[in-house]
């Protein structure tokens, strides 16, 4: 089995993007307004897309959660953001019930700068409750590049995590949009974004205070790995314990890595029970290499083709990983079909 | 011959540090007070670092900035930038007068967050013409780690660029401290910064208004090198020509990556004759590697380590593109023993 632990519905109904327009055009609107996407619409933007790719490259299962450049947490206010996550999170929800072989929920969290990360937990509440999702994506940046919150290890964030830890949820580490002209979303503040989690964590007792609390940083890792001896060498002068004593329990990779010398970089150097296969589609880079005549974002093919790879490491990664980092996928799989 | 690229003077005298802390205690002074520092405390504070890790790794020559997190740009006003940038700079030249085999200076710029580049053109010409410097560090983001100035790509700049291409030197791009809590200076800074600039020059027609402007991106290029395929990838879906052709004449990394399998990548994916050999000792990372016995910043070792690695790359890496980098730096070798 093949798990792809990171997709965002890219490909939402154009009614989806329309709601976001009229509510950003009116930020004061307290009100809810409705949005109405048929299951017919829901499954044509998904036949043509993600489910032709899961078939087309053999994977089986998405970890499946809203646009991350569209959450746009830095745009509106507090009220706009959880009307915003809660369409985005009940859209998710009806692909999920659509497909329940194919997709798995990961839910949007109603972020707003300056506003106290306790204020999302009733929505992951309700999404990991009720719509069975197994996981959030939290934005270390709701300001989209200025950076004007506190760090993810600071206690403002701590009520969140309690709620997770209670929910036996992880987290993926994913900014959304930059409204900062130096930071190009998917080019530099994503991979920006991962680097400056990974590091926060290193410097900080986090996991000494929350021992079960997970997270996922995509892209795989950011920097991370490919500066995998300075991190170690940084904790290290800092006295801290080896990375792998310090955060390999809680802290894991996905392989959005979209070349084969960075995806052999990646399994080089994190052990494979902090990788989790992932692609990202349909998402930041959509073209066909010319180099290899395969798309960019074909991150399986990369893995297949690292011979060294042993198969108990290949099936952690592929699958093995996803029940230890996301405790309630088997529960969700065991109520699906 | 081997030429390292990215030295700092991270062992200066405390003399100097302590000009810059009653400099800060008294923002507003307009008047530049002395610094007493002697020749035989300058020797004293390279002999025991950099002068004996020269000779223990068997490199030739560093060319040599002051200290990078201290050049604070963020602190104090733009006259504290002058004076602080102005000492460190006359520092760094009475050192390569003092050791002129070993060291080749490249200067701090007095920059100032929301302040024109354009002021730094006074002490880049001085550093070039009276002092003899190869280059400049340029801070991509004097805010420190607020990211309030507009992208190196922005005309904001071009005033300082042009004076760069007139005076045939190129920048490395290097941030300074964070005053920004979320950002770790060396561990997410350094690295976001390199990461973002680069993004920023894909985006751009830089390189089209400056066909001869060049930049190192210090650090193994942030992230770049182990993204590459996601670079390739954006580039190539803006339209963009390959990244080869939109920027490899003018956009150059250095071979500051702390472990093997870094290194191993950033040979493997960038031309060498875009990589210039360099550590920045005694810099980041100071510790021994338990897993290597040798230092982590020991970069060297690394590169040697490659066996795949031709003789011709190599010679290119170690020594042989910094002439055309540095087109200064065959006259300023001219003119020393």
Redesign the interface.
Known sequence: MIIDCHGHYTTAPKALEQFRERQLAEPHRAQKQPIAISDDEIRESLEKAQLRIQRERGTDLTIFSPRAVGMGHHLGNETTSRHWAEHCNDLIHRVCTLYPKNFVGVCQLPQSPGMPPKNSVAELERCVKELGFIGCNLN??PSG???S???LT?KWWYPLYEKMVELEVPAMVHVSGSC?????A???HY??GD??AF??F??SDLFKDFPTLKFIIP??G??V??????????A??MGKPPLKELLLGNVFFDTC??????I??LL??IPAQNILFASEIVG????V??ETGHY??DTRRYIDAVGWLGAAEREKIFSGNVSRVYPRFQNNRRRSP
């Open positions: 270390p940046d590049g200025h950076w919150d506190p760090p600071d900062n002209p130096n930071f190009h998917t080019g530099a991979i920006n680097t400056t590091m926060q290193i410097t892209h795989g950011g920097a790995p490919y500066h995998w001896g300075r991190y170690r060498g940084l290290q002068d890595v979209y070349h084969l010398p960075g052999e970089l080089k150097v930041a880079v959509r073209g290499d010319p960019y974002d």
